[in-house]
């Protein structure tokens, strides 16, 4: 099969999976094979679709020109493959995990809730080899939409509250400010390819790059850069798959994602350092990152502080991009395949200490590690990943972004991402100590024993990969470096 | 020979076919014939406009007369656009009528119904393909006098009022416009809008002219239901039986819309509209519209005037993009004319095919029947998604070019102001999608069935066009482009 369609593949694949899911909606345990087929073809899809980018294959298909000049384009560049592989790879492990989960946890309308999770997996791919930005606008779009439904998923007061919010804020930001940004952009360049240097260089007034650059950060609301974050923590009312893959891995990323390629490809890095385009869009990043960090320390509900970090760790990505150095470049592509393995394992056992245990606050998670003593051990070392200590994956993210710090002389935001990463240690291993050291209250202390297996199974997958990453980050890397070192 | 008359067909074959309806005896034999006239004009205009695709004009002499002196059709691609536009919405609001009209239309005044409908057809189509101002004014009156009948039919007793109403304004509407046309008249002794455009300039700076303007914008404006002469129009939706709704939704606004840009731009000019306020007003008028219009559509509790307050909010922009005096705000127009007329006929068809099954449209009432009528729920989903303006969806084609022609002007408030419509139709749309599926029903132990086919596939195929016309505008966009430089009077 030629690479062009294998990509179209990848995106119609999830779609035709999301319509079986609904034909065999009748039959559960058909229902589950369907999505675990097609999660894995997508994942060998995905791997090829790598190994062909790796031998310098050039994958570009166009279908439709809606507007002229302005075509549904897709095309695979290396930011896109990294993406794409992550989202791919992990759809797999939080199938088996969903299954495990919604079946304990006894959810309703599970037909809805698989079929809507492949549609956005869809749109999650369409993004990832969106060939220009009208294209990841669309894409950008229908997965805001998908993910609706599934944050609304049990119906209540609270969801319908916290969906208002997640609609809200990212379908405001996203109408409001991206897609104002996109065309004046449009307008200024008449074009919205990808074009490896930028394309809006030679046709932009420097003291305006900064407007239309902060239209850019904040109108791409799935960054969660402060203040538009608080649909993130809105989101997590949802099902625990749906926060681990969507909320900390597909949609998340795909902010992060879209602030990146905006980043090289329609102003180019040399042309942000050149305008000092981002000089003061730092500290928004910068406070993010901090306030976010302190905001979590104080929730007492698991996955409310789990998504708190969250909106932290992406304002790392979204530094990475506004500083937009060499290193700082890689550091944040690699952060989005670092933080997505770590994140999903410690909202995999959140899920799982809810499933087994019926807990979510932090405060009632003493002495459950004796019960439970591997999925904490799992959570460790998400953890461990996240903080940013070896020998974990989430060291050379780090590593490589406090590189780009230096090169960009910038030692203030150096000392933020360390303190960062303290703050880290005592919001996140503060929850493993609890769970190992504490002793249980004596109110609750009936035996529930661990988490469903299929549970158990996804969370060591996703925490054997956070280890793994250390020893070999290359295909990632190679990737990463890919992205600032290709001809300009 | 066939392709000479054309244009006369398209007007005298509804008009021949009323009567005829008339006796006929009440049943489904009305619907038949009007089904048959409808798919005929509609094939009719099809071919109309594939003859003026490119840029072509066919001019018909009515009675061999010739013009200025005689009644000449004059059709170019504006005309044809609108022509296809109306005739292809009665021919897919038909097939839907025919069950939604059984039940909201008493046994004995079925076959009166079909009659008048055609002959608001035939008004509508009139008013698109003549070139006289005067023929276009008696066209108004048969297209407004019978809707004003269609809409009495509602089958709450506040239908009359609503008729009334807009009788009421109608009337003062159509008026203002007879007064404007005597008076242009009275200055050049012309009727023929080509003529008209030649002569007129001479007499620009006559306060007659200027007052003409003055009484034919605001003429139109009334049946346009520009802001803020729109009162009439919410009452007259939600009151309307469905099928009527759907259909005037999607075209009575519409072809007053042509109305005025045929007046504005070709009967005066250009030149004169910009010389005038006229530009800025509708600007100002449009931005009110839209701001004001989507606050109140968020306001209401009842399905169909909340999407009829939005129709108010769509013309404002229209209004901007008629306002923008550019090519492409033009543009934005006329795709926005076509456009609209597919996504709001699809939600008020969906809204319909509610109100089918549970008589109401009242928002507590339709509470939690997404989930008992996926399919209507889902095409009145997909159709808001167009209303929004979502890329993929017709809509976002006429927001890129408004939006674009705003920033080309360098109007960053209007920009803002058009974006932030989109974000209150978000509201507005989603209010009904969260009272349609996330709220438990009213009546848990009563179960409603989905819609018939014959409601939903009319529907579906709406909103289908809806996203084709989101994806491939080479159709919408290529005959805007086109009908702009008509309307701008650029030699082709």
Partial sequence: ?488 | MIETHTSLLLVVIPLLAAPVTAILPNGRLPWLLTLAVSWLCFVLAIWQFMQVMDGSVISYELGGWEPPWGIEYRIDIVNAFVALIVAGMAAVTLPYALLSVEQEIPKDRISLFYATLLLCLDGLLGIAMTGDVFNLFVFLEISSLSSYTLISMGRQRKALTASYQYLIMGTIGATFLLIGIGLIYSETGSLNMVDLNNRLPAVFEHRTVHTAFAFIVVGVGLKLAMFPLHLWLPNAYTYAPSAVTVFLAATATKVAVYVMLRMVFNVFSTGFAYVTPTDDMFLLLGVFGVVFASISAIGQKDAKRLLAYSSVAQIGYILLGIGFASALGLTAAVVHIFNHALMKAALFMAVGALVYRIGSSHITQIRGLGRQMPWTFGALVIAGLSLIGVPGTAGFISKWYLVLAAIEQQAWVIAIVILAGSLLAVIYIWKLVEALFFQPAIDDTKSVREAPLSLLVPTWILVLANIYFGLNTELTVNAATIAVQVLENIPQ
């Fill in chain 1, 1 to 488: 099969m030629t690479g062009q369609w294998l990509m179209i593949l990848a995106i119609a694949l999830p779609l035709a999976g999301a319509a079986g899911i609904v034909l065999c909606g009748r039959w559960p345990n058909l229902r589950e094979s369907v999505t675990l087929v097609t999660a894995v073809s997508l994942g060998l899809i995905v791997i090829e679709l790598y190994s062909r980018l790796q031998q310098g294959a050039s994958l570009t298909l166009q279908l439709v020109e809606p507007l002229p000049g302005l075509p549904i384009y897709f095309a695979i560049e290396p930011l896109g493959m990294l993406f794409a592989l992550v989202a791919g790879l992990l759809w797999f492990v939080t199938s088996v995990y969903a299954i495990g989960y919604m079946r304990s946890h006894k959810e309703k309308n599970q037909t809805r809730f698989y079929a809507m999770f492949a549609i956005a997996i869809a749109s999650t791919m369409g993004t990832a080899f969106a060939g220009n930005m009208f294209t990841l606008f669309l894409f950008y779009e229908v997965l805001t939409l998908s993910t609706y439904p599934l944050v609304a998923h049990t119906g209540t007061e609270e969801a319908k509250r916290g969906a208002r919010t997640y609609l809200g804020i990212l379908l405001g930001t996203s109408i409001g400010l991206q897609l104002l940004a996109i065309m004046i952009t449009y307008s200024l360049t008449g074009t919205l390819d990808f074009r490896e240097g930028g394309i809006v260089a030679e046709h932009l007034d420097p003291a305006w790059v900064g407007v239309l650059y902060a239209l850019f950060i904040f109108g791409i609301g799935k960054a969660a850069v402060m203040p538009f974050h608080r649909w993130l923590p809105a989101a997590m009312v949802a099902p625990t798959p749906v926060s681990a893959l969507l909320h900390a891995v597909a949609v998340v990323k795909a902010g992060v994602f879209t602030v990146l390629k905006v980043t090289v490809y329609i102003f180019g890095t040399d042309f942000i350092v050149s305008s000092s385009a981002s000089d003061w869009l730092i500290w928004f990043a910068a406070a993010t990152i901090l306030l976010a960090s302190l905001v979590a320390m104080n929730q007492d509900n698991l996955k409310r502080r789990l998504a708190y970090s969250t909106v932290s760790q992406l304002s790392y990505i979204v530094l990475g991009a506004l500083l937009a150095t060499e290193s700082s470049i890689i550091g944040g592509a690699l952060h989005i395949t670092m933080h997505a393995f770590a994140k999903i394992t410690l909202f995999f056992a959140a899920g799982a200490i809810l499933v087994a245990a019926h807990k979510t606050e932090v405060s009632q998670l003493n002495g459950l590690g004796r019960q439970m003593p591997l999925t904490f051990l799992f959570f460790t070392i998400g953890a461990c990943s996240i903080i940013g200590l070896p020998p974990f994956g989430g060291m050379w993210s780090k590593w490589y972004l406090a590189m780009g710090t230096i090169e960009a002389g910038q030692y203030m935001l150096l000392g933020v991402l360390m303190l960062s990463s303290l703050l880290n240690i005592v919001y996140l291993l503060a929850i493993p100590a609890r769970a190992f050291f504490s002793k249980a209250t004596s109110a609750d202390n009936h035996f529930h024993g661990e988490a469903p297996w299929t549970c158990l199974v996804a969370m060591s997958l996703s925490s054997l990969m956070c280890i793994v990453l250390f020893f070999n980050p290359e295909p990632f890397y190679s990737l990463a470096r890919m992205l600032v070192t290709q001809a300009p």
